[in-house]
């Protein structure tokens, strides 16, 4: 049974820092690109930021280019994101994803790009 647990989120002030992670079991991702998406209340999910599968590579959503930071550990399953100098429009709940595609070599930024989902994180950014 494959299951994505996101962990790290809570509430922080403006310019503040958090680090979230996305441990994966059941199966192993190694091949699949990994992305982070977030919700904010009354919002579609939208993209926030997606790594290649071989962790060499990285792509964000405009609005966290600069503040975000995704990472990934295929030897402990695991993805993170770094937040840096949050701003209160990041407030959102946070999901991890798998990507559909194996070894793919464009980004995915859309919901139906990804087949496994986490149950979401709750990020508050106060200002």
């Known amino acids: 049974q494959v299951q994505l647990v996101e962990s790290g989120g809570g509430s922080v002030q403006a310019g503040g820092s958090l680090r979230l992670s996305c441990a994966t079991s059941g199966r192993t991702f190694s091949s699949n690109d990994m992305g982070w998406f977030r919700q904010a209340p009354g919002a579609e999910r939208d993209f926030v930021a997606a790594?290649?599968?071989?962790?060499?590579?990285?792509y964000y959503a405009d609005s966290v280019k600069g503040r975000f930071t995704i990472s990934r550990d295929n030897a402990k399953n695991t993805v993170d994101l770094q937040m840096d100098r949050l701003k209160p429009e990041d407030t959102a709940v946070y999901y991890c994803a798998t990507s559909r595609v194996r070894f793919g070599s464009t980004w995915s930024i859309f919901n139906k790009d990804y087949e496994y989902w986490g149950q979401g994180t709750q990020v508050t950014v106060s200002s």
């Open positions: 790594i290649r599968w071989s962790g060499r590579s990285t």
